[in-house]
Nanobody
C-alpha cells in the first residue's frame, strides 16, 4: 500500500513562492508517475502538474504553466511542486497523487480518477 504525505503549504501574499513536497512510501517510488491536483471550496479537483515515473516528461495546467515546476527526487522518494508568482486564484487544498507506471497515458495523467493513491492534502492560501 502506498502512503503519500504532503507538506509545505501555508498562507502567503500574491507574488510569493511556496514549495510543496510529497513523501512517498510503501512501494518502489520509481514505479509510479506522480501528479499534483488542487481543490478549492465547492469546486471539483483540478489538475495542476504531473511527472512520469522516469521523470522524463512533465505536463502542466495552462493556468500554472510558467509559474509552477514539478520535479521528483527518487533518492528521497519525494515529488516537489515549486510555485512561483502565486495568485489568489491558486488558493486551494493541494493533493499529491500516484499512478502505477504504464497504466495511464500522458493525457490520462491529467485526470484525477485514474490515480491510484492520494495524500491528505495541504492548504495553500494566497492573499492579495
Amino acid at each position: 500500500q502506498v502512503q503519500l504525505v504532503e507538506y509545505g503549504g501555508g498562507s502567503v501574499h500574491a507574488g510569493d513562492s511556496l514549495r510543496l513536497s510529497c513523501a512517498f512510501s510503501g512501494r518502489t517510488f520509481s514505479d509510479y508517475g506522480m501528479g499534483w491536483f488542487r481543490q478549492a471550496p465547492e469546486k471539483s479537483r483540478e489538475f495542476v502538474a504531473t511527472i512520469t515515473w522516469t521523470g522524463d516528461n512533465t505536463d502542466y495546467s495552462p493556468s500554472v504553466k510558467g509559474r509552477f515546476t514539478i520535479s521528483r527526487d527518487d533518492a528521497e522518494n519525494t515529488v516537489h511542486l515549486q510555485m512561483n508568482g502565486l495568485k489568489p486564484e491558486d488558493t486551494a487544498v493541494y493533493y499529491c497523487g500516484a499512478y502505477l507506471r504504464d497504466t495511464v497515458s500522458t493525457t490520462g495523467a491529467t485526470m484525477p480518477q485514474l490515480y491510484d493513491y492520494w495524500g491528505q492534502g495541504t492548504q495553500v492560501t494566497v492573499s492579495s
